[in-house]
Structure formats: structure tokens, C-alpha cells
């Protein structure tokens, strides 16, 4: 009883990434969506979910067509981040939810929609839930169907938590529909465009330096895509830097239709793979990236950070803007101490679990969404920071940061700005994040 | 059309009053879902959780356990997360998923009482509906399973059914309603659900009268009169001393009322104890025809409220501040109620 679930790197790694333990595997108990884990637990309650991002088409507007339960929140939520005016529901009743008759009524209900808002929107999203994923709605065919009713273009986005650890969660569907709109337009050798997030990443990014340096002169992010028109010009790029898995699937629908190809580049914490990563790249695109003084830069804030705090003991959370595993692989690098992660172990980490595990056996890792988490206690660990804003739930008493702003760190310069954030947390200052 | 909300989100549906009835209750709650109701009603319905744990959890359902109908699966996740918590009874609350795959909750109940040995509840609630219908239905479950004793009834003790956040917009609601009721004579006061744990639904029968402070709480008192004979009052609820300020200077007024249905009551009997007022009561939720007043009404649609408001029939409005969003061209007075059901906003 009260024994909250744990296991240590060493234990973890011996078992192996077939044999994961059933209390690390969200599918296979209970989940517990503690305060911890709210943003990517359900990302419809905090955060960047589903219908954050189907709103990222500039001059959006979205529908949400669910029981009221699904779209409880939105838009008060939306409030915080201007999004409010932009969402309209359509409730659906016991009838609807059984026969599917609530699709017929959907034409009209986007004509009501458009006629409401005080710019006519680019585009309508249609946001459908659970319930259209068990009645099997062709919700293409609806579109179309509602599309050819109102004259402009309308949009699934399937916000199907169903289908949450299937082969199309619904965090990669999203981004998939939100780059369909795109038409094939004769290519620009000059132009890319950076996927993955649904918010800018840091404007300071050597990545914008190094590619402008390589004669890219247009890279585009939907994010910073000012109208309609601009977002549509996605579709000259020469090709498309995929920075999140999540976008793998739309990077492979743009290249089939669009003809965009895609390079697959990771956010890390540990810079030499950074500087091996530009290497591959460029060895890829036929350019050589000159990152030296960005690598010199990040070093020596690290160097500064642990200079100062050497001796401290994290722990890391998920809920910020890293792998849990690698950015904890990449500390105890750097010579910091991780006594607890709290994170997703999975085909996509065991790697870095692997590394952690023979130089930091005993850091151990937990999972956020076990029922066995109510009982945390901070008092049986040995970490005095952390970073994450689930570590900073269970470890409220220490100094850390959340990093987990909406503006993407990425590369060299995200290295350099953790262990600046970092630094000045831990000396007692204030963050701006 | 029907159904469709411009300016509001919808409100706090059926399995959000559910779970807000049993949060302190010492049970192990699962909601049948695959997460995201889960997440709406923890990280938006529920605000005490953020400073009070419970053990409310997702049933995590996927794609192919809604298709294949695996409720051993569930029941076996449900003895899982049982067996490491401590927990009196278990819940099973109903969302869409299990209401478009017609779930047969009589059977889960079962199967959770022989595999966890402990008693279990559950609420066919399906998403579509609001929160005091979740509220009520878990009301009814509570006293019906758990409340079977005779007891002795002890003098001047008063149990209060209704009371949720989702109802009073304030964490302090049960302390506020003790104090309110103490100064009327009431010295041993329940608050079920707030502030009282599952010991006090046992022991209901024990109360020498019931207090109902919205209507959700109306049937479970009619049952506890049937079944143990405790009489129940309503309307009996504390206004916040911010509202009660407001409520001077309205004499031959014209109002209208939106809220749930018990607070909205009692604030027209407050206001008609101070002066003469034309006052209507309108609510989104359950409108109980014993506490319903001639011309009382309910609504159901964004465009029906703002045109009601557009015709200039009210004089003064008192509700939750979220409202304003669907009424721009109304020009009379607006008295702020907030209504966390309604807005997900506290009483400051």
C-alpha cells in the first residue's frame, strides 16, 4: 500500500526495451492526471492540444462537434492565449452520439459559424472526438460536403484520445491536416520550411543564422506565418526540417504530394550530438555549417552553470521542452547529478535509459501517470532542483525552472539558454520564462 | 440552430458533477474514458485538485477496447489501481465512449465488487448532459448504497445536500454554509462531499433534517425522507456578502435570475425581503417544478438568451460575468454571480 512505483536506470536497462515493467506503461494500468501532468497527459486541458493547433492555419476559425463534455474549457481557456472568439461548438445529444445524425447538420452549422465572425475565416476546422472515432464518421466526405456549402475551405482535425499510442495519435493527425491545405507550387531552391511545433522557435536559433549563411533566404514556420496567403506559400520550399516526430507524418504526406522532401533533425541537450547532427545535415543538403561559435557559446554556459552549482541533484520532469532522458543524460554529462526522472520510458529513449544506466545507475524513474503517484512524496528524494513543471509539482520546495515555454528551444541555442535559466534560478534569481 | 454555442463554451457536463460529489469521499473513482475527459475535469472542473488529492483516475480506454468491449480488462486496471491505494469503495462514471458502445454498467459493478472485495457505484453518465444530472445521479447512488441504517436521529443536526464547488463557485463553501446554518440554530451540520468523508453518507439517516442547496441534491433528499422519514428544506443557502451589496436599490425593478436553481431562489427571497422586484429565474441546469415560481424558465440555446436579453424586457440582470459575452447589445444593469459551472471562475 502507498508504495509509490520506481525503477532504477540500472534495473530499467537490465530489463530491456521489450520487457518495460506493466506500472511504466500507460496502456496497461490506470492513469492518474495529476497536476503534474495535465499538458501532455491531456493536452485539452492545459497547453498545446489538438485544438490549439488546428487553429494555427492563419485566419482559422474552428468547430468543435462533440458532447459538451469534450469542448468543457476551450474557450475559457483560449481566453489566455487570444484564442476564444475562434471556437464554436456544436453539442451533440444521446441521438447524435448513437445514430451519427449530427453530421447532417454540420453544412449549416459552418455557415452559421462564418456568418459570426467578424473577419470570414480562411478556413473552418472541424474538430471531432471519441465518439466519431467509434461511429467510423468519413469526416473528409463531411468537409467536402460543408466546404461546397459555405465556399470556402473546412478541415477535419481528429482529436481522438482513442487512438492516443495508435500508428496516427492525434497529436501527428493535426499536424498533418493543418499542412493539407498546401497545393503544389513550383519549387524555390532558397526557401525551407522548419516543422514540428505549432509556436516559433527561438528567434536567437544559430539554426536561422546557419541556414541564411547557406543561401536560404525564406524559412518558414506556420507559427510566424502572418495570413493566409503566406501560409500558403509553404509550398515552394525546397524541402522541410522535420524538428519534432510528431511531424513525421505530415513531412511524408508533403512529400508525396507536394513533392517537399524532408530532413529529420532532433532537439538535444548534449552538444556534442548536436554538433554531429549539423554535420550530418549538412553532409546531407551539400553545405557546411561553420557552428563553432555557437558550440563555444553553449559550452560556456554550461561551464559557467557548473561552476556554480556543481553539487546540485535534479530532477527532470516530461512536461517541459526536452526528452526527459536525453536532457537527464546530457546533466549527468556535464558532471550534474539526476536522482529522479519522471518520464515516458519507450523505443524512443531506451537509448538514453541505457547510457544513464552506466553512469548514473541508480537515478531512478518514475511514471508520471501511475495511480501510485498520489502518495509522492519529495521527501524520499534526494534531488534540491529541478527542471520541468511536473518536477516542480512534486518537488515544490526546490529552486529549477518549468522549460516548458511556448517558443521552441532548439539546438546550440537552447543548450545555452537552459544552463543560463538554470544558473540564474539556482543562484536565487528571477526567470523570465 | 440548436445546439450551437458562439460566445460559450459549453458547461460543466454530467461526469464533472459526478466526480465533484464524490471527490472526498475516500473512493477510488475511475472515469471511463481515454484521458481527455479525465484531463478536462481535472484540470478545469475540479479545482480542488490542485490542493487536495483524490484518487480519480483515467480508465485509459483505447480504440480496441471500446471496439472489442474488453470490460475484463478495465476490471482488472480497476483491481490494479485498487490494491495500491488506500480506498473504501470504487466508482465507475460513464463518458461518451462507453455510452456509444452501450456499456452495461449493472455488470461492471458486479465484476468490481468480487474482484476488489470492496462496494462499488457507478454513473451512467454519458458527456452529453450538465453537471447537476451527474451531481444527482451520484447523490442517489451514494445514500441508496451506503446509507442503510436507522440510526437514532440526533437534535438540531442538519445534513446539506448540493453542496459542489461546481454550485458555489468557492472552496470555502462548505464552511460558509456550516457558519450560515449554525446562525440560524443549526449546531451539528454535514456537508456531504465537502468537508465530510464517507462515514457521514452512512450515518445519514442520523440527521434530524436535510438541507437541499441545489437541485441536485433534491432527490436524494426525497429518498431519504422515503426511506428513513428525515424531512428536507431548500432554499436556505448563504449569498456572498458581494452580491448581497448589490442587491440594494433595486426596488421596482425587473430582474432575471440565471443560475442554479436552488442559489437563484434564494436570491429572489433575499431581494424580496428588502424591497418590491419584478423577478424571473432562469437557469441552464435542472429547474425542479416544486421550486419553480410562474414564469420561471429554462434555457437551452446561446441565441435564446441573447435575444431575450436584446429585447430590453429586463432591467437588471443577475448571473455569471461569462454571460456578457452573448449579450453586447443589452443596456441594463449586470450584477455579477459567478457560477463555477458555468465559467470556471471562483468567488474572489
Known sequence: ??????????????????????????????IYSSP????????????????????????????????????????LAGGKEGDSDKFFYMLMDETDIVTGRHLSKIPEAVKEVCEACEQPPSVVMICITCVDALLGTDMERVCRKASAFVGIPVLPCYMYALTREGRLPPM?????????????????????????????ID??????????????????????????????????????????????????????RLEIPGIELNRMYQIDKIQTQYKLFGEAAGIKFDDQKYYDEALSAIEECYKKHSNRIFAVGEWVNADPFELSLALIRYGFSVSDIYGTAGEINFAYIKKISDISPETRIYSNLSPTMLYHSAENSDADAFIGQDAAYYHSECPGIYWNEERQPFGYSGVKRLFTSLNTALSGGIINE | MNNLLKRLSPFAPDLSGAVSVLYELGGLTVICDAGGCTGNI??????????????????????????????????????????????????????????????DFKALKRMAEKRTGLPSITIETTGTRYYDEGAEQAYLELFKTFSVEQLPVKKGSAGVIGATPLDFSNLEAEKNITVYLENRGWKNTTCYGMGS??????????????????????????????????????????????????????KGKKILIIHQQVAANSVRDLILKKTEADITVASWFMLKESLMQEHDFRLTEEDQLKGILE?????VVIGDEIFRRVMKKYNGRFIDFPHFAVSGRLEK
Not at chain 1, 2 to 26: C, F, M, R, W
Not at chain 2, 205 to 219: F, M, Q, T
Open chain 2, 311 to 315: 429585447s430590453g424586457d429586463y432591467d
Open chain 1, 1 to 30: 500500500m502507498n508504495n509509490v512505483y520506481s525503477i532504477t536506470a540500472k534495473q530499467l536497462a537490465a530489463l530491456g526495451q521489450d520487457n518495460i515493467p506493466a506500472e511504466l506503461q500507460s496502456s496497461a494500468h490506470m
Open chain 1, 172 to 200: 501527428a493527425a493535426v499536424r498533418k491536416s493543418i499542412y493539407s491545405l498546401l497545393e503544389p507550387t513550383p519549387k524555390k531552391p532558397t526557401s525551407v520550411n522548419l516543422l514540428g511545433y505549432f509556436s516559433p
Open chain 1, 36 to 75: 503534474a501532468t495535465l499538458a501532455f497527459n491531456s493536452p485539452g486541458a492545459q497547453g498545446f492540444g489538438v485544438k490549439r493547433a488546428g487553429l494555427s492555419i492563419p485566419g482559422s476559425v474552428m468547430l468543435l462537434a462533440a458532447p459538451a463534455c469534450c469542448g468543457r474549457n476551450t474557450t
Open chain 1, 203 to 256: 528567434d536567437e536559433c544559430e539554426l536561422y543564422t546557419m541556414l541564411k549563411k547557406a543561401g536560404v533566404t525564406q524559412i518558414r514556420e506556420i507559427s510566424r506565418c502572418e495570413n493566409f496567403n503566406e501560409y500558403m506559400k509553404m509550398s515552394e520550399a525546397n524541402f522541410n526540417l522535420i524538428l519534432n516526430q510528431e511531424a513525421r507524418y505530415a513531412a511524408q504526406d508533403m512529400a508525396d
Open chain 2, 197 to 250: 468523508g464517507l462515514e457521514f453518507i452512512k450515518k445519514a439517516s442520523a440527521v434530524e433534517k436535510n438541507i437541499v442547496v441545489s437541485p441536485s441534491g433534491l432527490k436524494a433528499a426525497e429518498y431519504l425522507k422515503e426511506k428513513f422519514g428525515t424531512p428536507y428544506i431548500t432554499n436556505i443557502i448563504p449569498i456572498p456578502e458581494s452580491l448581497q451589496k448589490e442587491l440594494y436599490e433595486l
Open chain 2, 42 to 103: 481535472c484540470g478545469f472542473d475540479e479545482p480542488r485538485w490542485f490542493h487536495k488529492k483524490s484518487a480519480i483516475f483515467s480508465a485509459g480506454l483505447r480504440d480496441i477496447d471500446a471496439i472489442l468491449g474488453r470490460d475484463d480488462k478495465l476490471i482488472e486496471k480497476l483491481q490494479d489501481a485498487a490494491s495500491k491505494t488506500n480506498v473504501d469503495f470504487t466508482t465507475l462514471v460513464g463518458t461518451p465512449v462507453p455510452a456509444v458502445i452501450a456499456t
